[in-house]
């Protein structure tokens, strides 16, 4: 089983890391390994960019419309410990592979306890973990992309992770530097996304330096999320978050929603691995989620024609359907190849 390349903001006491926030790490662990700690740090970040960079880029996906490789960044949510992270990302790894999926998958870690009471803490560790990921984890993005690398990096939010992510962003806009510079992301997705669907309108400041850097935002909703009605509640339900009722109306024509409620309802928990809440986690263990999401990553199908989608009354529906029989036959990267020397 190949190693787990973790990109963790945890502070570290002594050999092991903790649920506070701390200076960026990157690590690489062995698939054996149930926690990591000190000696699974990498003291070059440039070498584990390096690395990473190499192995996706070693591992062309044929039907991605990307100029090399590869890499997902996946960033959790609340109430998830070390174990969990290395639990979710292997899994994740498993179900994009066995769908077609070609390239490298990175996990963010950050300091999210444990325990659900701490949720409001998490969310403050969130705020401070974005500015961290912003300093070390753009930064290095930025330099890459300038000297030439044409490596694909595409972020995957669950939860609070997605709150991160749009933190990120919006702290980039406020460094100099990186907001003249011309780095970009691919796809960014969100699943049980928990930050409003407000924030997501076009009328919404916090979205915007989000959707200046990125191809495309998929995000995958469940109208039967109970861990998102529990944070709605919390807000004395004046704020619906996105991962339970979708996008807004105006919304940014780079988003897209992905409504999974029918096909949820038809899947039974005990059918497939799971790695938390099952209504709010069910998609890392699931195959057609992840068929979704590796045709979403690789760019080459219209968002309204991937087959595991359909429409109804207008909007997108997920759906357990396979990729096109003859898709390695198209020849997508060949083509990808050609039109950039056009």
Not at 111 to 123: F, G, I, K, M
Not at 184 to 195: K, L, N, T
Not at 274 to 298: C, K, P, Y
Request: proline content about 5%; overall charge neutral; some cysteine.
């Amino acid at each position: 089983m190949p190693d787990n390349y973790i990109v963790c903001a945890r502070k570290r006491e002594g050999t092991q890391f903790t649920a506070e926030p701390g200076p960026i790490k990157f690590l690489k662990v062995p698939s054996n390994v149930a926690v990591y700690d000190e000696r699974h740090i990498v003291t070059s970040a440039k070498d584990w960019v390096s690395e990473v960079q190499g192995l996706a880029d070693g591992d062309e996906n044929p039907n991605s419309i990307g100029p090399t490789g590869d890499v997902l960044v996946f960033v959790h949510g609340y109430n998830n410990d070390i174990p969990s992270v290395l639990k979710r990302i292997r899994q994740l790894r498993k179900d994009m592979r066995a769908e077609g999926w070609h390239g490298e998958i990175v996990a963010f870690d950050w300091p999210s306890d444990n325990q659900t009471l701490n949720y409001l803490e998490d969310r403050s560790d969130a705020a401070a973990v974005a500015s961290e990921l912003v300093s070390k984890g753009i930064r290095l993005l930025s330099t890459s992309q300038k000297a030439g690398c044409e490596t694909n990096v595409h972020l995957l939010g669950h939860s609070t992770g997605c709150y991160v992510i749009m933190e990120a962003f919006a702290q980039s806009d406020k460094k100099g530097d990186l907001f003249k510079s011309d780095w970009r992301i691919g796809q960014v997705a969100f699943i049980g996304g928990d930050v409003s669907a407000d924030s997501l309108s076009l009328s919404s400041d916090w979205n915007q330096p989000m959707f200046r850097r990125i191809m495309r935002l998929t995000n995958y909703s469940n109208p039967f999320d109970a861990v998102l009605a529990v944070s709605n509640a919390k807000r004395l339900g004046v704020a619906p978050r996105v991962g339970r009722v979708g996008l807004p109306k105006n919304v940014n024509a780079k988003a897209i929603n992905v409504n999974c409620g029918e096909y949820f309802k038809t899947v039974d928990p005990n059918s497939q691995p799971q790695t938390g809440s099952w209504t709010h986690s069910w998609h890392i263990g699931n195959r057609v989620f992840a068929r979704d999401l590796a045709m979403t990553l690789e760019g080459a199908i219209d968002r309204h024609a991937i087959p595991t989608r359909h429409v109804e009354n207008g909007e997108l529906i997920l759906q357990d359907a396979p990729r096109p029989s003859f898709q390695l036959a198209w020849d997508i990267k060949a083509d990808t190849k050609l039109a950039a020397r056009i």
